[in-house]
């Protein structure tokens, strides 16, 4: 069974520096956010990295009441799960506690051949082994993910069903299914200046910055999130 783990031991100097990732140690920590409007349901991308604290279950990322989620199993297998039904779980398990894990999750349900319609990257590796393996269908839209209704990172809203982690430079795109060349540099490992990106009507960058506000978006959108027991702290991919 393969498991996914950071390929690389020895790093060179990174370029881009990333002082501050989010700690969401706490069974009960998260972030959530409410968007004012509905935006694009059909084309999105979610980069972040992540270090995680503990094995088992949990939300990484998603809509609030298990929709549009990607989560970690009690099997250490990452379910994602499209709308209200379309699960993709991967065959291989992640039990790496060791490293930051770069991951890029993307959709667009506009595109006509089926296998085109998601995207899940690992470390920059396109990851093709589900079961079960369901794709959302041709311009199936999220229930809760860009929509008018609570969305999360680190566990649900309320703060159940959280996920022992560190999260640094979470990018949201709204409009765009990128890849993960995007915001990792494949030759080096190392994350990518997301400077310049077109982040789109509810589209975020949550870089931790603010050790009292952890869920400002710093894109330029002011889509901030609200922070509920989320800490700063300095271990970053780029530490």
Same mark, same amino acid.
């Given at each position: 069974?393969?498991?996914?783990?950071?390929?690389? %031991?020895?790093?060179?100097?990174?370029?881009?520096?990333?002082?501050?990732? &989010?700690?969401?140690?706490?069974?009960?920590?998260?972030?959530?956010?409410?968007?004012?409007?509905? *935006?694009?349901?059909?084309?999105?991308?979610?980069?972040?990295?992540?270090?995680?604290? /503990?094995?088992?279950?949990?939300?990484?990322?998603?809509?609030?009441? &298990? $929709?549009? %989620?990607?989560? $970690?199993?009690? *099997?250490?297998?990452?379910?994602?799960? $499209?709308?209200?039904?379309?699960?993709?779980?991967?065959?291989?398990?992640?039990?790496?506690?060791?490293?930051?894990?770069?991951?890029?999750?993307?959709?667009?349900?506009?595109?006509?051949?089926?296998?085109?319609?998601?995207?899940?990257?690992?470390?920059?590796?396109?990851?093709?082994?589900?079961?079960?393996?369901?794709?959302?269908?041709?311009?199936?839209?999220?229930?809760?993910?860009?929509?008018?209704? %609570?969305? %999360?990172?680190?566990?649900?809203?309320?703060?159940?069903?959280?996920?022992?982690?560190?999260? /640094?430079?979470?990018?949201?795109?709204?409009?765009?299914?990128?890849?993960?060349?995007?915001?990792?540099?494949?030759?080096?490992?190392?994350?990518?200046?997301?400077?310049?990106?077109?982040?789109?009507?509810?589209?975020?960058?949550?870089?931790?910055?603010?050790?009292?506000?952890?869920?400002?978006?710093?894109?330029?959108?002011?889509?901030?999130?609200?922070?509920?027991?989320?800490?700063?702290?300095?271990?970053?991919?780029?530490?």
């Amino acid at each position: 069974m393969a498991i996914f783990q950071n390929s690389i %031991v020895t790093r060179p100097a990174a370029s881009y520096e990333i002082p501050y990732s &989010g700690d969401f140690s706490g069974s009960s920590d998260v972030l959530y956010r409410t968007p004012s409007s509905a *935006s694009n349901r059909k084309t999105w991308t979610k980069s972040f990295w992540m270090k995680i604290g /503990a094995t088992g279950d949990g939300v990484i990322i998603g809509g609030n009441g &298990g $929709f549009d %989620v990607m989560r $970690f199993q009690a *099997s250490n297998k990452i379910l994602l799960r $499209f709308g209200a039904s379309a699960d993709r779980v991967t065959t291989a398990t992640h039990t790496d506690t060791s490293n930051w894990i770069h991951y890029c999750l993307g959709s667009d349900t506009t595109q006509g051949v089926a296998a085109n319609r998601a995207k899940f990257e690992v470390n920059g590796t396109a990851i093709t082994s589900f079961s079960p393996d369901t794709l959302p269908g041709l311009n199936a839209e999220t229930s809760y993910w860009n929509n008018t209704l %609570v969305n %999360v990172i680190g566990a649900e809203s309320g703060g159940s069903q959280g996920h022992n982690a560190l999260y /640094a430079e979470i990018v949201l795109i709204d409009g765009l299914m990128l890849s993960a060349s995007t915001f990792r540099d494949s030759s080096t490992g190392l994350p990518i200046d997301p400077t310049g990106l077109t982040y789109g009507t509810n589209g975020a960058l949550l870089q931790f910055a603010s050790s009292g506000a952890q869920g400002d978006d710093t894109s330029g959108n002011g889509n901030d999130w609200t922070n509920s027991g989320v800490s700063q702290s300095s271990d970053t991919p780029t530490s």
